[in-house]
């Protein structure tokens, strides 16, 4: 059976300033800390979501799903980026940093709690400062959900904008 863990993460290295997404950022205690690494030439991203995270008793919420998607498409496209400017995770360069401009999923199927959740994603260039990351999200081996993210690298400014 396929080991369901991701040795090595973007957002392990993701600076400090940008560590603290609820969706991924390690430095968030209450977060979901995602953590996305390879697969081959695909992204990974594991994760099971707490009881809490229900929609009717048995099955997630799509809110989650949708936030599954959506982090694992900012680290894609960062562990992309990083790869297509020369490094690799641990060889002490810092990460690109992407924003979610947009994002898309489809719910094929109700997603059932309690089981790990799989994301997978494809990751496209449209150009070097806008990538495009396919996920699709398995619960054991059944398709659940499918997104689309297009993400922007993030403008200088804004991390500014809470100054
Ligand atoms: C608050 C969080 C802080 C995070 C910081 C640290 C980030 C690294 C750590 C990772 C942490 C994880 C984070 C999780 C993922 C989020 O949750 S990120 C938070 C949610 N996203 C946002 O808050 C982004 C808000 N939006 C924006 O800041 C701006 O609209 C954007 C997306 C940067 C675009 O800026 P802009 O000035 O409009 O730039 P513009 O030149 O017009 O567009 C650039 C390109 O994007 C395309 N584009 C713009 N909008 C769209 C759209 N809606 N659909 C498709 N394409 C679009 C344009 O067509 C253009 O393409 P090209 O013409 O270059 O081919």
């Known amino acids: ?9 973007i957002q392990d290295i993701y600076p400090d300033d940008i560590a603290w997404c609820y969706g991924c950022g390690r430095l968030n205690d209450d ?23 229900m929609g009717i008793p ?4 799509g809110g989650l799903i949708a936030s599954l998607i959506d982090c694992h498409g900012t680290g894609s496209a ?3 980026l990083h790869r297509k400017n020369g490094h690799e995770i641990g060889d002490g360069a810092e990460p690109p940093r992407f924003v979610t401009a947009n994002l898309n999923v489809d719910f094929l199927k109700p997603t059932p709690q309690h089981v790990p959740l799989k994301a997978i994603g494809t990751v496209e260039e449209i150009h070097p400062k806008k990538w495009k990351v396919e996920t699709e999200v398995y619960a054991q081996d059944t398709l659940c959900a499918r ?3 297009v993400l922007v690298v993030m403008p200088s400014t804004f991390l500014n904008k809470n100054d």
Do not use: N, Q
Request: no cysteine; net charge neutral; proline share 2%.
């Open 78 to 80: 960062a562990l992309a």
């Open 31 to 53: 977060g979901h800390h995602l953590r996305t690494g390879w697969h081959g030439d695909k992204t990974i991203t594991i994760y099971t979501p707490e009881s809490k995270y």
């Open 58 to 61: 048995g099955f997630i919420y």
């Open 1 to 9: 059976m396929e080991e369901l863990k991701v040795e090595k993460a």
């Open 147 to 149: 997104g689309t993210v």
